[in-house]
């Protein structure tokens, strides 16, 4: 199944699920009558970083899903895109570029850079 802008729209707007998280936790550990230990509160923010992890790997594949990006581009994608590479590799090599003198320990030392 590919995917559209609307998916990509309702993953972005999933990830902002995560401040609720971190607003919970926070509540959590400073408004709730029960003291969290440093081990509970460290156990719960790295929950909260795993779970904004697995929503940004989801985000980005969505990404490159809706724009045909990696291992969803077509094939025909993929060859213009190789196309389009070597055509700038080519007209690199044909350039005259300017090599920088490089300059010698000695040149350093008497702060002639």
Known sequence: MSKTRFDLENDIMNVWV???????????????PEIMS???QMNHIM??????DLQCAK?????????????YASAEVKQRRAD???AIEAKANKE????????SKKAKKQGKL
Request: hydrophobic share 40%.
């Open 18 to 32: 995560i401040k609720d998280q971190v607003r919970t936790l926070l509540w959590r550990m400073y408004d709730h």
């Open 38 to 40: 440093e081990d509970e």
């Open 47 to 52: 929950a909260v970083e795993y779970s904004l």
């Open 59 to 71: 985000l980005m594949d969505t990404y490159c899903q809706v724009f045909e990006l990696n291992e």
């Open 84 to 86: 389009v590479l070597a």
């Open 96 to 103: 005259d570029l300017p090599s920088f003198p490089v300059k």
